[in-house]
T-cell receptor, first 116, second 113 residues
Framework: GAVVSQHPSRVICKSGTSVKIECRSL??????MFWYRQFPKQSLMLMAT?????????EQGVEKDKFLINHASLTLSTLTVTSAHPEDSSFYIC????????????FGPGTRLLVL | GNSVTQMEGPVTLSEEAFLTINCTYT??????LFWYVQYPGEGLQLLLK?????DKGSNKGFEATYRKETTSFHLEKGSVQVSDSAVYFC????????????FGKGTRLSVIA
């Protein structure tokens, strides 16, 4: 089946630093990828829609300058948390839909970010 | 707007018990409905889905039927196993275009031997 990977799986950083999270579709091309955030014991909240070759679309309340998204190729989208603060600590999950078959979204395993 | 409401957990059951996790939705138009499962330490996996009214999705002994009249998509399994312990998310997605999923809050299931 389709596989989506994320790297790193876990990261701990100091407050004020920037962290980049990669999301890759390993065996299919994805024109669109989605970035979600999951707080402990809560649901996944959509942060932004990442479109290959164009600017990302952010959900209301999500700061685009804080969460930079780059979808440079059909298999890679990156989320950079800039000047991270403890309140940014969360579980970040990406998903991708096979361009050729837009029915099912495949999720990455998630990246747990802890900002000290 | 679109939203999903599912029963709050945690739910604790004995092995071989019957499972029901309720899910209702609010949506414009006719969305596709999904159940995702998140095992401890892993990412979300699609468990089953239904794309139109009266469709029944099924997988690994789990079933859910798309009920348009009650806007529901309840998850059921006749006999749960310890390995079913996980968090279950109900979700919907508009059928037009490549759109993101809208999730419920998730229900944690613990099955004890």
């Amino acid at each position: 089946g389709a596989v989506v990977s994320q790297h790193p799986s876990r990261v701990i950083c100091k407050s004020g630093t920037s962290v980049k999270i990669e999301c890759r579709s390993l065996d299919f091309q994805a024109t669109t990828m989605f970035w979600y955030r999951q707080f402990p014991k809560q649901s996944l909240m959509l942060m932004a829609t990442s479109n290959e070759g164009s600017k990302a679309t952010y959900e209301q309340g999500v700061e685009k300058d804080k969460f930079l998204i780059n979808h440079a190729s059909l298999t890679l989208s990156t989320l950079t948390v800039t000047s991270a603060h403890p309140e940014d600590s969360s579980f970040y999950i990406c998903s991708a839909t096979n361009t050729g078959s837009q029915e099912t979204q495949y999720f990455g395993p998630g990246t747990r970010l802890l900002v000290l | 707007g679109n939203s999903v409401t599912q029963m709050e957990g945690p739910v604790t059951l004995s092995e071989e018990a019957f499972l029901t996790i309720n899910c209702t939705y609010t949506a414009t138009g006719y969305p596709s409905l999904f159940w995702y499962v998140q095992y401890p330490g892993e990412g979300l996996q699609l468990l089953l889905k239904a794309t139109k009214a009266d469709d029944k999705g099924s997988n690994k002994g789990f079933e859910a039927t798309y009920r348009k009249e009650t806007t529901s998509f309840h998850l059921e399994k006749g006999s749960v196993q310890v390995s079913d312990s996980a968090v279950y998310f109900c979700a919907l997605r508009r059928n037009s275009g490549n759109t993101p999923l809208v999730f419920g809050k998730g229900t944690r299931l613990s099955v004890i031997a």
